[in-house]
T-cell receptor, first 115, second 112 residues
Framework: GAGVSQSPSNKVTEKGKDVELRCDPI?????LYWYRQRLGQGLEFLIY????????KSGLPSDRFSAERTGESVSTLTIQRTQQEDSAVYLC?????????????FGPGTRLLVL | GENVEQHPSTLSVQEGDSAVIKCTYS??????FPWYKQELGKRPQLIID?????GEKKDQRIAVTLNKTAKHFSLHITETQPEDSAVYFC???????????FGKGTRLSVIA
């Protein structure tokens, strides 16, 4: 079946603009995660969703970052008033459920460049 | 919360030699430890994982060992090949609704 997909694959924006990144998880996966990966760095957890439970937003770096998920399907990550330090690859992952031992399947990422 | 440290940050080995990457974690309640491989420009992919009820797991040329007392786990790659060149990430989590905490990654280069 189809894997995790993300769009756009690349996004160039000007400082101060808002951007919206999209993630389509694997069908049937109830858990969805967003990570940020700066150039040459590790995976920085941002937020995750599990079914209808309240999302864990503990990794969001500022109130400019927000995310929504419609049921157990698509999720959007919004960054308002983008800054140059927001430049990174934003990775989405999904798993069957949010149990810590579930394999996470990653999407290809959205490469964001803020000029 | 959980903190995962990974060493070394870069590793170069000759083709055919072994490579070892080590991680330590801080939360003794963590009980799931996966390893992900990320090739250049591609998405991370799970290569092996281990749970706290075992001390070692092997899959062909890849093995992972876990020492819960010392709170560290390691990835071992034997008979390395150029296609093993990638960034490897370790991670840890506690069973239940908690996300994975990743190490900062190790860039492995296998020199032919």
């Amino acid at each position: 079946g189809a894997g995790v997909s993300q769009s756009p694959s690349n996004k160039v924006t000007e400082k101060g603009k808002d951007v919206e990144l999209r993630c389509d998880p694997i069908s049937g996966h109830t858990a969805l995660y967003w990570y940020r990966q700066r150039l040459g760095q590790g995976l920085e957890f941002l937020i995750y969703f599990q079914g209808n439970s309240a999302p864990d937003k503990s990794g969001l770096p500022s109130d400019r970052f927000s995310a929504e998920r419609t049921g157990e399907s698509v999720s959007t990550l919004t960054i308002q008033r983008t800054q140059q330090e927001d430049s990174a690859v934003y990775l989405c992952a999904s798993s069957r459920n949010a149990g810590g031992q579930e394999t996470q399947y990653f999407g290809p990422g959205t490469r964001l460049l803020v000029l | 919360g959980e903190n995962v440290e990974q060493h070394p940050s870069t590793l170069s080995v000759q083709e055919g030699d072994s490579a070892v990457i080590k991680c330590t974690y801080s939360d003794s309640a963590s009980n799931y430890f996966p390893w992900y491989k990320q090739e250049l420009g591609k998405r991370p992919q799970l290569i092996i994982d281990i749970r706290s009820n075992v001390g070692e797991k092997k899959d062909q040329r890849i093995a992972v060992t876990l020492n819960k007392t010392a709170k560290h786990f390691s990835l071992h790659i034997t008979e390395t090949q150029p296609e093993d060149s990638a960034v490897y990430f370790c991670a840890a989590s506690i069973e239940g609704n908690t996300p994975l905490v990743f190490g900062k990654g190790t860039r492995l280069s296998v020199i032919a």
